[in-house]
């Protein structure tokens, strides 16, 4: 059974740095075709994708946010992190990230985590 | 700047069909967008239904089909149930740039 859970600050301030922690379980991020995504979803508002870390470490980003996401992993930990630099109101979001799978039988997002509520205010 | 277009409601009654469609402004929708369909209800996260334009997870209920439809992906929901009434989304995946894009969702009330 895959399951992730996504954790972080609840509140950051304007100008700084948000970095959250995806755990997850029930799969290898070294297994060919795995990666870990992330999506966001400010409150009442549509789904976001911000980035994507396969397993052989190859990473892509959403292109209106790449200068300021770094995506990593840590296959040791069952651990993916994603780092947004110099943070604003309008990223306050729930955050949530995703098993993806790009392998021969399909390319598509199944699990997700419940999500992270991060509020941006000073 | 690549968007992707959803209705951004639609209703249907209980027992009905609807289609949910899910539009490129790069141009038609084809299999090679891998378009991936979810579902949201209010305070949970998405949940998969769809993927590789008509492929189901083993959870999805057959009651949902994805296809391909005048250029455009589409989402059909056959003999809708009260639970079905949620925000419905489409993702799409751009090769070129190896980026994914969501849809704006679509509201669906079963009414």
């Known amino acids: 059974q895959i399951t992730l859970k996504e954790s972080g600050p609840t509140l950051v301030k304007p100008t700084q740095t948000l970095t959250l922690t995806c755990n997850f379980s029930g799969f290898s991020l070294t297994t060919s075709g795995v990666a870990v995504g992330w999506i966001r979803q400010p409150p009442g508002k549509a789904l976001e994708w911000l980035a994507l870390?396969?397993?052989?470490?190859?990473?892509r980003y959403n292109p209106s946010l790449k200068s300021r996401l770094t995506i990593t992993k840590d296959t040791s930990k069952n651990q993916v992190v994603l780092t947004m630099t110099n943070m604003d109101p309008v990223d306050t979001a729930t955050y949530y990230c995703?098993?993806?799978?790009?392998?021969?039988?399909?390319?598509?997002?199944?699990?997700w985590g419940p999500g992270a509520l991060v509020t941006v205010s000073s | 700047q690549t968007v992707v277009t959803q209705e951004p409601s639609l209703t249907v009654s209980p027992g009905g069909t609807v289609t949910l469609t899910c539009a490129s402004n790069?141009?038609?929708?084809?299999?090679?967008?891998?378009p991936n369909w979810f579902q949201q209800k209010p305070g949970q996260s998405p949940r998969a239904l769809i993927y590789n334009t008509g492929k189901r997870h083993s959870w999805t209920p057959a009651r949902f089909s994805g296809s391909l439809l005048g250029g455009r992906a589409a989402l059909t929901l056959s003999g809708v149930q009260p639970e079905d009434e949620a925000e419905y989304y489409c993702?799409?995946?751009?090769?070129?740039?190896?980026?994914?894009?969501f849809g704006g969702g679509t509201k669906l009330t079963v009414l």
């Open positions: 993702l799409l995946y751009y090769g070129g740039t190896q980026v994914w894009v």
């Open positions: 995703a098993h993806h799978s790009a392998a021969l039988a399909g390319n598509y997002f199944d699990s």
């Open positions: 790069t141009g038609p929708v084809t299999s090679v967008l891998y």
């Open positions: 870390i396969y397993w052989d470490a190859d990473k």
